[in-house]
């Protein structure tokens, strides 16, 4: 079953950058459309950016203009540009199939945006 890998996570002051990294092994990858997924404590998992396999994108209104979400389907690996870090931001970040999450859940990576 494959299981993507996210890193990149780390503490951040409001309006920071912070970019992410999915690494999601297999030959389904370049296929799939992927996206970018966050829970906050106390807050249900939620979709905030997606692309498919052929670079369109879509993002939640709550990020819209503030982050972009590419991939490389060479290195098997989906990225999230955040700008602009909103204390509401704070979450743990996973990647996974979207807008249907069929693979086994990663650890996820957190982002804390904090003065």
């Known amino acids: 079953q494959v299981q993507p890998v996210e890193f990149g996570g780390g503490l951040v002051q409001p309006g920071g950058s912070l970019r992410l990294s999915c690494a999601a092994s297999?030959?389904?990858?370049?296929?799939?459309?992927m996206g970018w997924y966050r829970q906050a404590p106390g807050k249900q998992r939620e979709l905030v950016a997606r692309?498919?396999?052929?670079?369109?994108?879509i993002y939640a209104d709550s990020v819209k203009g503030r982050f972009t979400i590419s991939r490389d389907n060479a290195k098997n690996t989906v990225y999230l540009q955040m700008n602009s870090l909103k204390p509401e931001d704070t979450a743990v970040y996973y990647c996974?199939?979207?807008?249907?999450?069929?693979?086994?859940w990663g650890q996820g990576t957190q982002v804390t945006v904090s003065s």
């Open positions: 692309i498919t396999s052929g670079g369109y994108t």
């Open positions: 297999g030959s389904i990858f370049s296929i799939s459309a």
């Open positions: 996974n199939k979207a807008p249907n999450p069929l693979l086994t």
